[in-house]
């Protein structure tokens, strides 16, 4: 039996499969933006073929497929989601518009603001009130409820959100008003705020709903076809989705929450970064992911992902549980252009896979950052996709100096040098923003580079940032997929209770606590994991009575008692003095959310060897040769390489033809990437089936002394 895993991004859809046995394959294919469920068919027959079956007995045989899409990201990028209205309390309807203060600059009040989701002709008051503690100060008006709909029917809605004060204590007047919504309206998505996310915080509960009503009828349309195409080959399984917070849960689940999946596919590099971890014993690793059209960076401190109550995407904010991930726009395919002030910007703009990069052959004339890598001879033309897209190296030279070198007056390497180092640029300060910008010394990670591009880059970013290592996973073209094989089902649920210390009340805590795992082990049993199989985790998000905002503490246990409020203070206060270096013993805290997550144990995560790729399983592949290539990475010009070819890393390893390391500057060719090993590092094969880029120690001995001499200078 197989377990198959697909990741569909922006430019290239990535499938990662394992047998029974334990043998991987993988693949890459361009996505198919028009037609995203037949481009997946299509990469799941190339997939079958690998393993010598076709289509429909591939998936007989297969007992699992997870699937990551950022479809419902992507549709809130591009404005492309589905006609909204909102039901809110009666007087609230601009709650959505006025949003909070803050702003990302405070001084500029001319800013713009994210994109409304609901004109203000579709965001409707309804007549009813709660108070703070969920009790009834004005019953819902239900003919005035009448009224709404008839609106709403004549508008030609898609999708409703309701959202009303307080539905966080006492959901009923919001789940009376979507019974006569959906009696009324068939056809139309509804969604409550209390179904989606029962939180304190009106604008972010608000806006969380509305993206959900936003969003859901896009993804659930595209599932529905997924699911007919696989269906016409034999596939009536769960299909499952990768969530937000690196969990699994099924499609039918998703086609009524898909704010869920808007970090879809990162979230599986973040939990194949937690396995990482392990296998390779480093607790800390910056995890980078450089596609076709994104750059997404996640941190694993102490070997686990960070996860954080709430998110803000596309300056819209999401009240959901959430892997941290940081994304930029600067991919492989990210469009490099000079503005009216003759700077160069690269990003965040992406050619995507159709067009494409110029360098594709497929209609795109702009240049991208493929592009440059392939002018400065990083690229081999016949062995890109693993020998499958031959890449035209005089449509990249004319983008890039028409649309580049021309306007800047410079020669047409020189220009593809600047896009590939403003690129680098932009990815390390995107990695100094996860770690400097918050405490963290990036000197203490080891950097894995994931994504079929990011390979080509790691070594200079983790010698600009003295980095020890920087690792390369065999299976980093694909590794958001291959992280989603061993992701778990899980249920995350998130209430309000407002309990301080001053009338700490375990009984309520419990009884709270207690539904919670009740319902979340209610979808477990559906998903048909055993009671031996669960696992949960609680997690209290707890602040100072006069703080704005929150941090979350696990308390390691399920059940309240009378010395519980104790351990909660300490844990509470322990916590607040690692991440803010103070605390406040005598003062009050209070717990304002509660978090259950129930899962089943995770999957062992099966590594690739060699075999995949050098053709031992019988399947013909492109293999590079040894030899050498002129390269340019830097100001100092043209430089000649050694290029080592996939079929000979097993030589590296045996120490028969090829040495047992590879020093730089060198390239390492691979179907689906190639790894640059800048000078003054050195590329050897670890046993876990992963390249190790290594500084060599003199330069790193050299350094840090040369550090340390300008620390005690700067003392005198």
Not at 106 to 127: S, T
Not at 279 to 291: F, I, K, T, Y
Not at 641 to 647: F, I, L, M, S, T
Request: charged letters at 20%; glycine letters at 10%; one cysteine or more.
């Amino acid at each position: 039996m197989y377990r198959v895993a697909i990741d569909t991004g922006g430019t290239f859809t990535d499938i990662a499969a394992v047998s029974e046995s334990g043998q991987m394959m993988m693949l890459k294919s361009p996505t198919d933006r028009e037609n995203p469920a037949q481009g997946i068919i299509l990469a799941l027959a190339e997939m079958a073929g690998c393993w010598g079956l076709d289509l429909a007995t591939f998936l007989e045989e297969t007992e699992q497929i997870i699937h990551g899409t950022t479809l419902a990201l992507n549709a809130l990028l591009e404005g492309q989601g589905s006609r909204t209205a909102l039901l809110t309390t009666e007087g609230f309807r601009d709650a959505l518009e006025i949003r909070r203060s803050r702003r990302d600059n405070q001084w500029d009040l001319r800013a713009p603001v994210p994109r409304l989701l609901v004109p203000r002709c579709l965001r409707l008051g309804v007549r009813e009130r709660l108070d703070y503690r969920g009790e009834v100060v004005i019953p819902l008006d239900r003919e005035q409820l009448e009224e709404t709909i008839a609106r709403l029917r004549a508008e030609g809605v898609e999708s409703a959100a309701v959202c009303f004060l307080f539905s966080f204590q006492n959901p009923a007047h919001e789940q009376a008003a979507a019974e006569a919504l959906r009696e009324a309206l068939p056809g139309v998505f509804i969604t409550t705020s209390a179904e989606v996310s029962p939180r304190i915080r009106e604008y972010e509960r608000t806006s969380t709903v509305v993206l959900n009503a936003y969003l859901t009828p896009v993804l659930a349309a595209y599932l529905n076809i997924l699911e007919e195409k696989l269906a016409a080959y034999g596939w009536h399984r769960p299909l499952y989705l990768m969530l937000n917070s690196g969990g699994l849960t099924d499609a039918g689940t998703v086609k009524n929450f898909a704010v869920k999946t808007l970090l879809s596919g990162p979230a599986g590099g973040a939990q194949g970064g937690q396995a990482l971890a392990q296998e390779l014993q480093n607790p800390d690793l910056v995890v980078a992911d450089m596609g076709g059209t994104s750059f997404d960076v996640t941190l694993v401190v102490n070997g686990k992902c960070r996860q954080v109550p709430e998110a803000e995407l596309a300056g819209h904010p999401v009240t959901l549980p959430m892997t941290d991930i940081r994304s930029i726009g600067a991919g492989g395919g990210s469009v490099a252009s000079v503005d009216e002030s003759g700077r160069l910007m690269v990003g965040p703009r992406s050619a995507g896979s159709v067009p494409g990069p110029a360098c594709y052959g497929r209609g795109g004339t702009e240049p991208t950052v493929t592009d440059a890598a392939l002018l400065l001879g990083l690229l081999n033309p016949e062995g890109f996709l693993g020998g499958r897209l031959r890449l035209d190296y005089d449509r990249a030279f004319a983008a890039v100096r028409d649309r580049v070198a021309v306007p800047l007056g410079l020669d047409t390497a020189e220009a593809a040098l600047a896009i590939y180092r403003i690129a680098a640029a932009r990815m390390a300060d995107a990695i100094r923003l996860v770690t400097v910008q918050q405490g963290l010394d990036p000197r203490r990670f080891a950097l894995v580079a994931a994504g079929g591009a990011f390979p080509l880059f790691a070594g200079l970013i983790a010698g600009e940032l003295e980095m020890r290592e920087a690792v390369i996973p065999l299976q980093g073209p694909v590794f958001c997929a291959w992280g989603m094989l061993g992701a778990a089902r899980q249920l995350d649920l998130s209430r309000t209770c407002l309990i301080s210390s001053d009338s700490f009340d375990w009984g309520t805590l419990n009884a709270l606590v207690g539904d919670m795992l009740v319902q979340g082990n209610a979808d477990l049993h559906r998903y048909g994991v055993s009671g031996a199989e669960r696992e949960t985790e609680l997690t209290l998000e707890m602040k100072y009575l006069d703080q704005h905002h929150e941090i979350s503490i696990n308390p390691g246990e399920l059940k309240f008692g009378l010395s519980s409020a104790e351990k909660i203070n300490n844990a509470f206060h322990e916590r607040h003095r690692e991440l803010f270096g103070y605390d406040e013993p005598g003062k009050p805290w209070e717990i304002v959310n509660v978090r259950v997550v129930c899962r089943e144990k995770g999957r062992d995560y099966v590594y690739p060897g060699l075999s995949h790729l050098t053709g031992d399983n019988g399947v013909e592949q492109y293999y590079p040769t040894a030899g050498s290539r002129e390269v340019m990475v830097d100001p100092a010009g043209w430089q000649a390489v050694k290029v080592y070819g996939a079929a000979g890393l097993p030589r590296v390893v045996s120490g028969s033809g090829l040495p047992s390391e590879a020093p730089g500057p060198a390239l390492l060719e691979f179907p689906y990437t190639t790894v640059l090993v800048p000078a003054g590092f050195t590329a050897s094969l670890g046993a876990q089936g992963y390249i190790s880029l290594r500084r060599e120690t003199n330069n790193l001995n050299n350094r840090e002394t040369n550090n340390a001499n300008k620390g005690e200078e700067g003392g005198q």
